[in-house]
């Protein structure tokens, strides 16, 4: 192997060691003044988050599951009410959908960018659909200006699962442009460690303009306590640790550096496989930029499995995000759909695979990646 750096999916050791001393004098003195529960760094991240995000709340939760579940709670999501949410999506998005109850309506979503197909959201709206989870797939926005439309014409909530794409800026048509996840009714997102802004462990976080949504949202994470010792609504136990909180503060400062890292290493990828039958590499949507949480080609032509295998070999690791279409998962399978009712998705699952994508990828190793995935498909 020509570099002696193990190479991976996600370097977070890198990443931790250009800002070791801080991260860690900010976690000993959390640990000096045992303030682990509701220390001061999570108010201080939650507003350093609001200000960088320019929405008015940010409720810090204990993961990004939770987010998505917090949410719906809060917006008295009941059993019977139909949720839209893309095929071609992380399991949370629809696991909370059916833990409360109610009913997932999984539609495809578009071959070039990965996101929710819009006309299969409006063919899919009926008298019983409460809400629409648009999915920020692998870094950029889905359509949101047509999905608000949908969503003021028909009434319903827009709940963004931005776990994957945070940072990122929508542009709407006339040009403005507005952070992922503060544009529908609540954003939702992850801190899962490999996420674009990730802590030493599990964190999430729900965003709103509403000052009455988020007086629910902190409620129902706080045991659905209004004063302490009284309960208004059913609640869960979902806090960020302080810990936690102190690394996400820190690494906040550097998260638009670290989109420009990402991008770099996609413009190389991209670069580097322009041209090639049997490579199509991501395409950038034109309503949003792109901060790359996932490098994903579409392959044509090539043994998938083989081609892992090989890379493996060669010391490169690659995933598959993701195998298999919500709709045919043993927990997720109905009545309502069959095999082949997502085209898109499940080609999707059978061809999709993503490059190693992190903030420290040298172009020594980009080299190296780029040309044993040519040397190989050849
Ligand atoms: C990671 C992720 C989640 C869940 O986040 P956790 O913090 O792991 O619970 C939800 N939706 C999407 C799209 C994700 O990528």
């Known amino acids: 192997m020509m570099t002696e750096k193990k190479i991976q999916m996600v370097d977070l050791k890198g990443q931790y060691e250009k800002i070791k001393s801080e991260i860690d004098s900010g976690i000993q003195e959390v640990i000096n003044t045992t303030a682990f529960i509701n220390g001061p760094a999570v108010k201080e991240f939650q507003s350093d988050l609001e200000k960088y995000l320019n929405v008015k709340h940010v409720i810090p939760c204990a993961n990004g599951t939770d987010a998505l579940q917090i949410a719906m709670m809060a917006l008295g999501l009941k059993p019977g009410d139909e949720v839209i949410t893309a095929s071609f999506t992380y399991v949370a998005t629809a696991e909370v959908i059916g833990l409360l109850g109610l009913t997932p309506v999984l539609v495809d979503v578009y071959p070039d960018t990965f996101d929710i197909n819009i006309e299969e959201i409006e063919r899919n709206i009926t008298s019983k659909t409460k809400a629409i989870v648009p999915v920020h797939l692998f870094g950029q926005c889905a359509n949101m200006e047509r999905i608000m439309t949908l969503a003021k014409?028909?009434?319903?909530?827009?709940?963004?699962?931005?776990?994957?794409?945070?940072?990122?800026?929508?542009?709407?048509?006339?040009?403005?442009?507005?952070?992922?996840?503060?544009?529908?009714?609540?954003?939702?997102?992850?801190?899962?460690?490999?996420?674009?802004?990730?802590?030493?462990?599990?964190?999430?976080?729900?965003?709103?303009?509403?000052?009455?949504?988020?007086?629910?949202?902190?409620m129902v994470a706080h045991h659905g306590q209004s004063v302490q010792y009284v309960h208004d609504v059913l609640g869960v136990n979902s806090r960020l640790d302080t810990i936690q909180a102190v690394v996400l503060k820190t690494k906040?400062?550097?998260?638009?550096?670290?989109?420009?890292?990402?991008?770099?290493?996609?413009?190389?990828?991209?670069?580097?496989?322009?041209?090639?039958?049997?490579?199509?590499?991501?395409?950038?949507?034109?309503?949003?930029?792109?901060?790359?949480?996932?490098?994903?080609?579409?392959?044509?032509?090539?043994?998938?499995?083989?081609?892992?295998?090989?890379?493996?070999?060669?010391?490169?690791?690659?995933?598959?995000?993701?195998?298999?279409p919500l709709h045919m998962q043993n927990a997720y399978k109905s009545d309502r759909y069959k095999d082949g009712d997502f085209p898109v998705t499940e080609k999707l699952c059978a061809c999709v695979l993503s490059l190693p994508m992190h903030t420290e990828l040298e172009p020594e190793t980009l080299r190296y990646i780029t040309e044993t995935v040519l040397q190989l498909i050849n």
């Open 153 to 218: 014409k028909h009434n319903l909530y827009v709940i963004e699962d931005v776990a994957q794409a945070l940072g990122a800026d929508y542009i709407f048509s006339n040009g403005t442009k507005q952070k992922a996840g503060t544009i529908g009714t609540i954003g939702c997102t992850s801190f899962f460690p490999s996420k674009n802004l990730g802590c030493y462990g599990d964190g999430g976080a729900m965003y709103t303009d509403d000052d009455e949504l988020a007086k629910k949202m902190r």
């Open 252 to 324: 906040l400062k550097h998260l638009d550096s670290y989109a420009f890292a990402r991008n770099k290493v996609a413009d190389y990828y991209d670069k580097a496989f322009a041209n090639n039958p049997k490579l199509k590499t991501p395409v950038r949507s034109l309503n949003s930029n792109h901060v790359f949480h996932q490098y994903t080609l579409q392959l044509t032509g090539i043994d998938r499995t083989k081609l892992r295998e090989q890379l493996a070999e060669k010391g490169i690791p690659a995933m598959i995000y993701y195998p298999i």
